[in-house]
């Protein structure tokens, strides 16, 4: 069975442009959630999507954005990007209750640098 | 903010058990206590969860006190390639809020 996969895995952008990340979750999996990781803050929690509506989200300004398709599979956006949006993006997905069974399984991540 | 409080970092020796600690006194009763680790570039990796009980599988044990305040991850027989950052996390299923981890360093 596949991973999860997020494409694409290095990008570089200039301040102000916007960014959109992919993340194709493991199939028959329909929950997906997105974090952030710097080495300032750590591994933050950004948001979760499931059935293609947004559950839960994170402490973030609202340039950060996402959705899920029918498919399960999920898109982040980061609108006018600024230097400290440079970061390692990861999406896990999982399955759901009742059939959850706790784990969340992360892809490789997308490396974000914003010059 | 993150629920949990580790050491920053541990050293374990090459074949013998690492024993990670974690305090989560402020866990509620629908919480469950999971363990994940980051090899240095990667996706964090699942070890194990639990509830209440003790668990354990192929990779790990794991202890949670009577009170389920604190808890600990035991490698049984830890290797070079269980280098990592240990995180412990508390928290519903579907999302996790990371604190700092544990930087374990196995060393031959």
């Known amino acids: 069975k596949a991973g999860v996969t997020q494409t694409p895995r290095y990008l570089i952008k200039t301040r102000g442009q916007q960014v959109t990340l992919s993340c194709s979750p493991i199939?028959?999996?329909?929950?997906v959630s997105w974090y952030q990781q710097t080495p300032g803050q750590g591994l933050q929690f950004l948001f979760e999507y499931f059935s293609e509506t947004q559950r839960n989200k994170g402490n973030f300004p609202g340039r950060f954005s996402g959705r899920q398709f029918s498919n399960s599979r999920s898109e982040m956006n980061v609108s006018t990007l600024e230097l400290g949006d440079s970061a390692l993006y990861l999406c896990?997905?999982?399955?759901?209750?009742?059939?959850?069974?706790?784990?969340?399984?992360f892809g490789e991540g997308s490396r974000l640098t914003v010059l | 903010d993150a629920k949990t409080t580790q050491p920053p970092s541990m050293d374990c020796a090459e074949g013998r058990a690492a024993n990670l600690p974690c305090n989560h006194s402020t866990i509620s009763g629908n919480e469950y206590v999971y363990w994940y680790r980051q090899i240095h570039s990667q996706g964090p990796q699942y070890i194990i969860h639990g509830l209440k009980n003790n668990e354990t599988n192929e990779m790990a044990s794991l202890i949670i006190t009577e009170d389920r305040k604190s808890s600990t991850l035991i490698l049984p027989h830890a290797t070079l390639r269980d280098t990592a950052v240990y995180y412990c996390?508390?928290?519903?299923?579907?999302?996790?809020?990371f604190g700092g981890g544990t930087r374990l360093m196995v060393k031959p």
């Open positions: 896990a997905s999982s399955l759901v209750w009742p059939d959850n069974t706790g784990e969340l399984f």
């Open positions: 199939s028959g999996h329909r929950s």
């Open positions: 996390i508390v928290s519903p299923l579907r999302w996790l809020t």
